[in-house]
């Protein structure tokens, strides 16, 4: 993720970012109904508990009074016993709302994420935005099943006690007010310096992920390179940064926590000096004091715990502004709010008009100029041209991963922004140089490609791809899983299942980026035998290394330097030589 973006400063903004929150609790109002009910129950309770012991000292002890003290304590039983179940109650309801809204907000954010357009994840480190997906909604679940139910406790607790503080001795609680401005406002000041060290605590954290997620997604790779120590210490050094802002953090809060005791139990035992010496001079009975004193000590408990959580809370919200930046970005490509729909059936006929394109990741190096391309339906084109000539960026533009600055592309006729994206990449079939294979079975892994296709139409999309044989071969067939991608399989089966997806798509183009790596001559030839039946029928664009293909293709376009600098048949390119004649002596020799 782009730095700018992490880093903002966002001051400003600190408890705001969990008004993101609010549509993922709002369906949830009967838990949280139940959560302020029985939160109100198990304060009143623990509120009535001092009022009892007031009792016992003034009545019971003082008039020498057995029935009363009995009475006093089986009252004493009772309102535990309310307390017992309704504090259950509270952390029933609290929890479940807490579970209930961050697995709504994980899958939505999930949702939002994958419609983000590729763009986005150019300039983004996935492996940040796992971490935004696990760490930080983690964080905000703690923050409404416990925090939140903490603070608002505390918050009622703090009232009440203070309410009955004022109740039992206004003299005394009137003392208690001045001093209260001294406790409050150094952890509002500490508070807010909590928040930042969290946010920037989190960052790193994500910072880790990312390397977690880049170097064993390549883990052959790294082997390769003998990397192992090199990325082992690469990772050490992220931890580090992390460790550094976390102690950071937790230095803050400690600090935080030891400066609310002193100050609260500082004010609570200047406030009992003035009482105690209050009952000395007969103005107040023990019994009040001792009830305040029960209550100062309630009241001063749960300011300390609201700080402690209160550190919690907007360690979380700097996780929810983080949330809220992601729900922010909206994808650059969307489909127009009234697409236009292809005609049926789509024939396939494809326009580049004077397309100029630059990515929006290097808007200084142009990449196709004036480009001018026609597609006829059911055509075969292939496109040649040394490694950056601008092959893949026609398919790019071609599928709307970006959008052209000038110029337009036009699919039967019907320009691709007018398009839904939907529409436009359901009538497009790509065969990617690099296959994906994901963690599922064989079958599965091919209805990428039509996702409710039943097990004939997928068999039978394997057999015209020459996979069937080997899919059936191994133990579990076509429900076996191919493994995390696809490292069981050879790479021209995991380019084979490709071609078996694109066909059981059975969309009227095909984009075709051929593998460069050198095949065996019995993969190759079954490859080509699985394309040559693909392509049957369709527009066909291939992006092409081998000798078959240019041979076979109805015509050849010649890029060079985001340009079409020939175009024509094999042998008449081969005749005009140029740069055509010097690839086609370097890259098709075999
Ligand atoms: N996502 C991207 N962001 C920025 N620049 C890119 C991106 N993809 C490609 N480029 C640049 O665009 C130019 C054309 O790249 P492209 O991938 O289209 O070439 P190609 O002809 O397909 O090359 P190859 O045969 O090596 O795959 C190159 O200069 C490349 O550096």
């Not at 102690?247 to 500082?266: H, S």
Request: hydrophobic fraction near 50%; charged fraction near 20%; include cysteine.
């Amino acid at each position: 993720m782009a730095e700018s973006r992490t880093d903002a400063p966002a001051e400003r903004h600190r408890l705001a970012a969990l008004r993101h929150l609010w549509p993922f609790l709002r369906p949830h109002r009967a838990l949280a109904a139940g959560w302020l009910l029985f939160l109100g129950l198990s304060s009143a309770a623990t509120l009535s508990l001092p009022v009892a012991v007031r009792q016992m000292i003034d009545r019971g002890f003082a008039a020498h009074d057995p029935a009363l003290i009995n009475r006093t304590f089986l009252a004493l039983f009772a309102v535990a016993l309310v307390l017992a179940l309704a504090t259950a109650g509270r952390y029933l309801c609290v929890t479940l709302l807490g579970e209930r809204a961050v697995a709504a907000l994980r899958e939505k954010l999930y949702a939002h994420l994958v419609r983000l357009d590729v763009g986005f994840y150019e300039g983004t480190r996935v492996g940040e935005l796992v971490s935004r997906l696990g760490t930080d909604t983690e964080l905000v679940q703690a923050l409404i099943g416990s925090s939140v139910s903490v603070a608002l406790r505390s918050a009622v607790m703090v009232l009440g006690a203070v309410g009955a503080m004022v109740w039992t001795s206004p003299r005394l609680a009137g003392l208690t007010t001045l001093v209260i401005p001294a406790v409050v406002l150094p952890i509002v000041v500490f508070g807010r310096r909590v928040q930042g060290l969290s946010r920037h605590s989190q960052d790193r954290l994500a910072e880790t992920s990312a390397i977690v997620n880049e170097t064993l997604n390549a883990v052959h790779t790294v082997k390769a390179y003998a990397r192992e120590g090199i990325e082992s210490e690469r990772y050490a050094g992220a931890v580090r940064r992390a460790l550094a802002a976390a102690q950071r953090r937790i230095n803050a809060r400690a600090a935080l926590t030891a400066a609310v005791i002193v100050l609260v139990f500082g004010a609570i035992t200047l406030v009992l000096w003035a009482g105690a010496h209050q009952v000395l001079s007969g103005a107040l009975d023990a019994g009040v004091l001792g009830q305040f004193v029960l209550y100062a000590v309630l009241a001063a408990g749960s300011v300390g715990a609201l700080s402690e959580v209160w550190g919690d809370v907007l360690r979380a919200s700097g996780a929810m502004e983080r949330i809220g930046e992601l729900f922010a970005q909206q994808p650059a490509i969307a489909s127009p709010p009234r697409p236009t729909p292809l005609p049926r059936p789509t024939r396939g006929e494809i326009r580049l008009e004077h397309v100029e394109f630059r990515y929006p990741t290097r808007s200084e190096l142009p990449v196709l100029h004036d480009f001018s391309l026609h597609v006829r339906p059911g055509e075969t084109v292939a496109l040649v041209g040394p490694s950056g000539a601008g092959k893949s960026t026609v398919f790019g533009l071609l599928l709307r991963y970006y959008d052209p600055q000038r110029g337009r592309i036009t699919l039967d006729g019907v320009d691709l922004k007018a398009l839904a994206l939907d529409e436009l990449r359901g009538a497009l079939a790509l065969v990617p140089q690099e296959t994906v294979i994901f963690g599922a079975s064989a079958a599965d892994n091919i209805r990428f490609g039509r996702h409710d296709a039943d097990l004939a139409a997928v068999e039978a999309a394997a057999r015209a791809a020459e996979a069937y044989d080997f899919i059936a071969a191994q133990p579990g067939g076509f429900d076996a899983p191919l493994g995390e991608r696809g490292v069981r399989l050879s790479g021209g089966q995991r380019q084979r299942i490709a071609i078996a997806r694109a066909i059981l798509k059975d969309a009227p183009v095909l984009l075709l980026d051929e593998a460069t790596s050198a095949l065996d001559a019995q993969s190759e030839a079954s490859i080509q035998a699985a394309l040559e039946r693909l392509k049957r029928g369709r527009t066909t664009l291939v992006i092409a290394h081998r000798l078959a293909t240019v041979q076979r293709a109805d015509r050849i376009v010649v890029l060079d330097g985001g340009r079409i600098v020939a175009e024509g048949t094999h042998d008449s390119l081969i005749r005009q030589g140029d740069l055509y004649a010097e690839l086609a002596r370097l890259q098709f020799a075999a």
